[in-house]
């Protein structure tokens, strides 16, 4: 007579992580958004990204753009206004603080990291995470972006800097790896290759002048400085 087969041994299930899951949920972020608050959480948001101090100046009668100036000034920092998209925030790939016009009037959030299928907010408290056409949806398109000013260039290279801005400038691409000719004070064509091929790689206007979107990612190829990208993958 044949012998029953021993029963097979219990196979345990095998726990299934969870992936976080995008807040679709715009009125649960939006709620009880107080705006001058909310534009100093985000502050706050940004300046915790750059292990900087919140400035103790700026007062909350200000006007919001009057506000990000002042304390930038007072963070040593500089601001940079723009209104575009999230490619323009891709390109720049540092924290930002946005505007999210809803039925109260504005609500401020800091951009801290920004992926392809994610975008991660902050209030300065609390963290959100969004799909990139939701926030879109959401945002108005105006950002206020900090920035430091590693090596204090002045004006708009060459438009209106001093010969001295030139010279230091020359000095970082070289060490940047690009084949600079003469040391001298004068913007020449080899130091302007240089620039253009800086602002194509990072999809800017390639006109040549080193205006603030020029220094950020200039500033941001050099990974021998203490910045906070929002693509850490990204140059």
């Known amino acids: 007579m044949a012998t029953a087969a021993a029963p097979l041994p219990a196979v345990e299930p095998v726990p299934v992580p969870v992936p976080q899951t995008q807040d679709p949920d715009n009125k649960r972020v939006l709620a009880h958004a ?8 985000a502050l706050t948001a940004v300046l915790d990204a750059w292990n900087a101090n919140m400035p103790t100046g700026p007062v909350d009668v200000m006007d919001s753009d009057t506000y990000f100036r002042l304390s930038a000034r007072y963070s040593n920092m500089e601001i940079l206004q723009v209104t575009g998209n999230l490619n323009l925030l891709r390109k720049l790939n540092l924290p930002a603080i ?25 209030d300065g408290e609390k963290r959100y995470s ?20 590693h090596f204090n260039y002045s004006g708009v290279i060459p438009i209106n800097s001093p010969g001295e801005v030139i010279l230091s400038l020359k000095g970082h691409l070289k060490t940047l790896g690009h084949a600079i000719g003469a040391m001298d004070t004068t ?6 290759q240089a620039i253009e091929t800086i602002q194509a790689r990072n999809g800017l206007d390639v006109d040549g002048m080193v205006g603030p979107q020029t ?21």
């Not at 107080?34 to 959480?41: F, V």
């Not at 969004?130 to 000013?149: C, E, Q, R, Y």
């Not at 913007?187 to 302007?192: G, I, Q």
């Not at 950020?216 to 910045?227: F, G, K, P, Q, T």
């Open 98 to 122: 946005v505007e999210i016009p809803y039925s109260e009037g504005i609500r401020f959030l800091a951009v801290t990291g920004l992926g392809a299928e994610e975008v991660q907010l902050s």
């Open 130 to 149: 969004f799909a990139p056409a939701v926030f879109t949806g959401m945002w108005s398109g105006k950002a206020h972006i900090l920035w430091k000013n």
């Open 34 to 41: 107080e705006p001058m608050q909310s534009r100093a959480g």
């Open 215 to 235: 220094k950020i990612v200039l500033y941001n190829e050099d990974r021998s400085l203490a910045i906070p990208r929002l693509n850490t993958a990204v140059r």
């Open 187 to 192: 913007y020449d064509a080899v130091t302007r």
